[in-house]
């Protein structure tokens, strides 16, 4: 009897230990966690950036709000990833790994950096990195140790919706300018192989270089080549504008084919000349995601439908998710946790709603983030994403179908 009794007292207090040690690990203490954000504040999509990055500090913002880690305060720090220098970026990444101790970063933005920077600082540190925007399919392969992420779907799918939106547009015969980059060349590789094989000509491919003061060669290259039509597959602040520009001056081409890195109002309100009929494709969709993302958006003062800024928020959100998921902002516990927040099964989880995602993966329960992108991961974490077809028409651009 006495030996029951003990066994009986020795199980709970083994119990109330257990249970109280579970307790303590889910109840960690608040603290300050630095998350980074790095996009090319400055160079050829300095234009699209600032609301890619208000987005995302957004869905910190919210997630701070809604009390994630138990009151932690998340606190975003920027650095600029120039888009186009890698040694630059590598260095403001560097940074934010040593200097600023982030958990975790946003970005970065451009393909050739974003591969600098998982590469170089990301992987070998053991940082999870989102980027919301770099799209080369090159980064599908790359050896991340399941460190690196992507909201945005990759150009070999959207090479081939932009060639399907050409030849639904009765388009059979065009020029390719590309940006010399992993991008530009990225995408033109799978744009052109995907028009070549619905019937299309391509009468020639031209790389051009950003930063440059005139065009004209290039341009008097690509008009000569027999094309009416023009693809520009280069940056909406440098040298894509800068073809657009001086096509438009002496008359070579007056209508151009567009993707993501040339879709932004700058390119609208900076070239001198009428740009309506112009098209092209922008990952994105018009779920209710979507919706509710443009309603926050607004009210916080950022557009809502600009290029980027949903898959900000969604890779800021997953982020946060990741952390909660696990209890802890500990690198490697966030990169652990990213597939199982981002995917079924559990709870849909849309923007606006990081609150009752947060609360439910306290009380032990699954989430599957939507959110504006309609995120689903593939077994190497990237989205396979949907594409807007966009044309230009009374200065702005305007979403003709979602593909």
């Given at each position: 009897m006495k030996k029951s009794i003990f066994t009986v007292l020795l199980g709970a207090s083994l119990i109330a230990l257990i249970s109280g040690c579970s307790q303590q690990k889910e109840e960690v203490a608040a603290s300050d966690i630095n998350v980074g954000i790095i996009l090319g504040f400055t160079g050829p999509i300095e234009s699209l950036t600032p609301t890619m990055a208000s987005s995302a500090e957004m869905a910190f913002k919210e997630a701070t709000d809604a009390g994630v880690l138990n009151g932690s305060t998340l606190n975003p720090v920027r650095a600029d990833s120039?888009?186009?220098?890698?040694?630059?970026?590598?260095?403001?990444?560097?940074?934010?790994?040593?200097?600023?101790?982030?958990?975790?970063?946003?970005?970065?933005?451009?393909?050739?950096?974003?591969?600098?920077?998982?590469?170089?600082?990301?992987?070998?540190?053991?940082?999870?990195?989102?980027?919301?925007?770099?799209?080369?399919?090159?980064?599908?392969?790359?050896?991340?140790?399941?460190?690196?992420f992507r909201t945005a779907p990759s150009d070999a799918r959207q090479g081939q919706v932009l060639a399907q939106v050409v030849m639904d547009r009765g388009i059979k015969k065009l020029a390719v300018t590309y940006t010399n980059n992993d991008y530009g060349k990225g995408l033109s590789d799978s744009f052109v192989g995907a028009f070549k094989s619905m019937g299309g000509e391509v009468t020639i491919e031209v790389p051009h270089e950003d930063g440059k003061a005139d065009y004209s060669a290039e341009?008097?290259?690509?008009?000569?080549?027999?094309?009416?039509?023009?693809?520009?597959?280069?940056?909406?602040?440098?040298?894509?504008?800068?073809?657009?520009?001086?096509?438009?001056?002496?008359?070579?081409?007056?209508?151009?084919?567009?993707?993501?890195?040339?879709?932004?109002?700058?390119?609208?309100?900076?070239?001198?000349?009428?740009?309506?009929?112009?098209?092209?494709?922008l990952p994105g969709n018009e779920s209710d995601g979507a919706a509710m993302f443009i309603k926050m958006a607004s009210a916080n003062g950022i557009p809502g439908d600009?290029?980027?800024?949903?898959?900000?928020?969604?890779?800021?959100?997953?982020?946060?998710?990741?952390?909660?998921?696990?209890?802890?902002?500990?690198?490697?516990?966030?990169?652990?946790?990213?597939?199982?927040?981002?995917?079924?099964?559990?709870?849909?989880?849309?923007?606006?709603e990081l609150a009752k995602a947060i609360n439910l993966l306290k009380d032990g329960k699954e989430v599957n983030y939507q959110g504006a992108t309609n995120v689903e991961f593939s077994d190497v974490g990237e989205a396979s994403g949907s594409y807007k077809e966009l044309e230009i028409g009374s200065g702005k651009f305007n979403t003709i179908r979602v593909r």
């Open positions: 120039t888009c186009i220098d890698a040694a630059a970026a590598t260095s403001a990444a560097e940074r934010l790994v040593t200097a600023d101790n982030v958990a975790a970063i946003m970005g970065a933005d451009c393909s050739g950096v974003t591969t600098a920077i998982a590469n170089n600082v990301a992987v070998p540190n053991g940082v999870t990195i989102i980027s919301p925007s770099a799209t080369s399919p090159a980064l599908t392969t790359i050896e991340d140790k399941g460190f690196f341009v008097s290259t690509l008009s000569a080549s027999g094309a009416e039509e023009l693809a520009v597959l280069g940056y909406v602040d440098q040298g894509g504008k800068g073809i657009i520009q001086n096509s438009l001056d002496t008359g070579a081409f007056s209508r151009f084919i567009l993707a993501d890195g040339m879709i932004g109002q700058s390119l609208i309100d900076n070239v001198d000349g009428d740009l309506t009929g112009t098209f092209g494709t600009g290029p980027f800024e949903q898959e900000s928020y969604d890779a800021a959100a997953l982020i946060v998710l990741a952390m909660q998921a696990g209890g802890s902002a500990d690198r490697a516990t966030i990169a652990k946790n990213v597939m199982g927040v981002a995917n079924a099964p559990g709870t849909e989880i849309l923007p606006g």
